[in-house]
Structure formats: structure tokens, C-alpha cells
């Protein structure tokens, strides 16, 4: 894992840093940098060997994960959803689906977003609302989805519904460009991730059939909590760990370069040494713990739950946190934007709202930690 760390700390450095600028001021999708993650197989990371991918586990997606937030969050978040929708196709698609879509994954021709929240229930998109409905053998769908990342930038649309057997959920693939599927492109304007283009989705009249559905009918719940949570929380947990990581190292250069006229720099003034430290303690505090929650998770450990939990709630307070430290630090030239500190503060306030929440999550954990139910 060090190893994979360090080349795509590297990668992401040639390939992604230098348009994660561009991303955040102009709002653009940062498709360059998808298209480098596409040529050098980081999109069939998790897709088994035997379909021509890379076979890794849930410690290696964190860790590729944090090395892209490392130079830019966008493509990071982006990234992830496209191994969490690929996850539910390796461990519920059927043969069909697996032979149909792996290979091409593996390959970087196709890659695959997230249509799960809805407004009417918010964080909680695990209880979607949107209409399947059957005709003959064909499904069909009608409502909209919120927030679908990488909206038309993706070949296929993992969506969630509520099936039509007594209980459960069904996860639908929808193709880009299906008859009845539009997009509300004007509807993204984030304070941060700027690039991620997380746009409303209408669905009238989508029309699919039985090879669409991801699993058998009525097995969306599994999928949501053994597929989906782990490696969804899992990989936000990495995400913000990325982005603290970043922060770190922009005040670290910025006070040891930033100098008086006496020459003296910033990073001789104690109260900024106190503040590097701190900054410094949680980065590093979050690192180790995203690391180890995703260990336990590969490893199937019996309190993998409540770590990947905890890591993804620390590492996003802990990214909101050090950006605000980091910001004093960064005085009048981070206000004025000269530094990218404003751009990682923004992007750190995505993890509180991104569901599920911090604070539901909270909630979950302090259920699991004393044998309570969790939704
Ligand atoms: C940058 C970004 C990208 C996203 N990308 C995607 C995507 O690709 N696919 C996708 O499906 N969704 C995506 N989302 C949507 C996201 O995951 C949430 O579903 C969405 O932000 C919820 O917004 P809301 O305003 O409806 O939240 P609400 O449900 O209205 O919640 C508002 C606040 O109330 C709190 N709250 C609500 N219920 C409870 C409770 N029971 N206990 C404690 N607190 C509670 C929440 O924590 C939150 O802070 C994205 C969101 C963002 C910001």
C-alpha cells in the first residue's frame, strides 16, 4: 500500500494537481484528470483480475483515494463514487452484467456516479421515493434524484428505488442517454467541489428491464449496507483525510516562505509553530485512523463498522478544523485567495452535509456502540 500511496501521490501530482485550480473557479468537471485515471487503470482498481482489473480491496481504494484528495478533492470525490457503484456490480451484478460492464471498466472506457438521494428524504437516501412501476417485463421509473455527481460525465447511472416486492430496495444501472433521463445543468453552484457537477436527475418514463437491476429484486438494502456504506464512508473518511493532508502541507511552505522585512518568516512566530502543530496532530491523527478503519474494514474485522464510522466523522471535523487554523495562518493572503486554503476550507464543509451525515452518523455510531439498531 505504500507503494500504490506513493505512485499515485505522484501521479496526482503531474496529472490532477494542475487542474484542480481550474475545477473550483470555473466550476468545470476536472475531465482531464479522469482522463489520466481512465490511462493509468485506477478505474478498474477494485474490479477482479479475472475481468481485467487491478483486484484490490476496500484499504487500497482508501488509499488511492487520499492520495487524489491530496491534489484535488473534486476528483477525488468523483473517483470514489464511481468504485462504490462498481463495488455493487462486482459483489450483486449478475454474470451478464459483470462480463458486460467489468472488462470495459477494468479498460477506463466506461465509468459509472451515484443517483441515490432524493429531496424528499435528504440524507437519507436510503429510503428513496422515486415510482417503479411494471409493464410487461419492463420497469419503468419516474421522479428526480438531488445531487448526482459527475452527472453527464458517466456512462451508466446507479439508481436507487423502492421495489416492487413487499420489502426492500432495487439498484438500477441507467444508462447515459436513456430515453427519458435529463439533467438540471444549471442547478450546480457548490461553495465547494466545485468540479463535481452534482446536478438533479429527472427520470419519465425510464424504461429498463430485469438486466438492468444490479442484484436480485428487493436486494438494494444488502447492497446499501455491506456494499455501499463501507465503502461510501470508507471513502469520504479518505477524502477529508486528503484534504487535512493538503492543508498541512500548504502551511507548512506558506509560513516557512512567507517572510518579514527583518527576514524573519512566520514560522518563527510561536503562536503559528503552536497552530502548525495542531494542524499537524490532527492530519496525522486522521491519517492513522482513516488507515486503520479501512484495514479492519478489508479485513472484515468485528467492530469495522463503527471504526470506518468514526474515521469518516473525525477526518471531516478534522478537515474543517485545520482548514479554520490554517486560514489564521494564511492571514490576508489566504483571505484574498492568493493561497488554494480558501478553496480546501469550502471543499471540507461537503463532509458535514454529504450523507450520510456527520451528525446522523453520530447518531449511528453511538446506536452501535451500545447493540442498538441501525437503519
Ligand atoms: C458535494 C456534494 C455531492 C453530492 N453527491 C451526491 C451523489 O453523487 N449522489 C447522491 O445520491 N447524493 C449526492 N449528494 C447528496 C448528499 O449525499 C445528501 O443526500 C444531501 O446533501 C442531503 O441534503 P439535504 O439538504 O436534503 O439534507 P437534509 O436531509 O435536509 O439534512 C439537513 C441537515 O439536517 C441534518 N439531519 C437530517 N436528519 C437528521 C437526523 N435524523 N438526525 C440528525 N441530523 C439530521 C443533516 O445532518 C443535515 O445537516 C451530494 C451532496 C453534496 C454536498
Redesign the pocket.
Known amino acids: 500500500m505504500k507503494e500504490l500511496n506513493e505512485k499515485t501521490m505522484q501521479f496526482a501530482q503531474t496529472y490532477v494537481a494542475p487542474h484542480s485550480d481550474q475545477a473550483d473557479k470555473e466550476g468545470t468537471y476536472p475531465l482531464e484528470s479522469f482522463t489520466a485515471l481512465k490511462k493509468e487503470g485506477y478505474m478498474g482498481l477494485i474490479v477482479p483480475e479475472a475481468y481485467g482489473g487491478q483486484g484490490l480491496n476496500l484499504h487500497a481504494h482508501a488509499t488511492v483515494i487520499q492520495a487524489l484528495a491530496q491534489s484535488c478533492a473534486t476528483t477525488a ?1 468523483c473517483y470514489m ?1 464511481h468504485n462504490v457503484a462498481t463495488m455493487c456490480v462486482v459483489l450483486h451484478g449478475s454474470d451478464k452484467m459483470k462480463e458486460a460492464l467489468l472488462p470495459k471498466i477494468a479498460k477506463g472506457e466506461i465509468s459509472l ?5 432524493e ?1 424528499g ?5 436510503y429510503q428513496p421515493e422515486i415510482a417503479l412501476s411494471k409493464k410487461n417485463e419492463n420497469y419503468i421509473l419516474n421522479g428526480k ?6 452527472a453527464g460525465f458517466v456512462d451508466y447511472y446507479m439508481v436507487l428505488s423502492s421495489t416492487l416486492k413487499k420489502d426492500g430496495l432495487d439498484n438500477w444501472l441507467v444508462p447515459d442517454g436513456s430515453k427519458g433521463v435529463t439533467f438540471q445543468a444549471s442547478q450546480w453552484d ?1 461553495l ?2 466545485r468540479g ?1 457537477a ?1 446536478m438533479p436527475m429527472y427520470l419519465e418514463n425510464v424504461t429498463l428491464d430485469e438486466n438492468d437491476r444490479v442484484g436480485a429484486e428487493g436486494s438494494g438494502v444488502t447492497q446499501v449496507f455491506e456494499v455501499v456504506a463501507p465503502f461510501f464512508i470508507t471513502g469520504l473518511a479518505a477524502v477529508y483525510t486528503g484534504v487535512a493532508l493538503h492543508i498541512n502541507d500548504i502551511a507548512v511552505a506558506y509560513s516557512m516562505n512567507r517572510k518579514y522585512s527583518d527576514g524573519k518568516s512566520l514560522s518563527e512566530i510561536p503562536t503559528v509553530q503552536n497552530h502548525l502543530a495542531q494542524i499537524y496532530k490532527k492530519a496525522q491523527g486522521a491519517k492513522h485512523f482513516t488507515t486503520a478503519a479501512s484495514l479492519s474494514g478489508s479485513n472484515m474485522d468485528a467492530d469495522a463498522l463503527t471504526q470506518i464510522i468514526a474515521a469518516r466523522v473525525n477526518a471531516s471535523d478534522v478537515a474543517v478544523e485545520v482548514a479554520t487554523l490554517a486560514m489564521k495562518i494564511g492571514g490576508g493572503a489566504a483571505y484574498a485567495k492568493r493561497l488554494p486554503l480558501e478553496r480546501l476550507l469550502r471543499d471540507a464543509l ?1 463532509a ?4 450520510p ?4 452518523l453520530s ?1 449511528w455510531l453511538g446506536k452501535a456502540l451500545t447493540n442498538q439498531p441501525i437503519p
Open positions: 470525490l463514487m456516479a451515484l443517483a441515490f438521494s429531496t428524504t435528504g440524507t437519507h437516501f434524484k438531488s445531487f448526482v455527481t459527475a457548490g465547494g467541489m463535481n452534482s461537503a458535514q452535509v454529504m450523507a451525515s456527520t451528525d446522523v447518531i
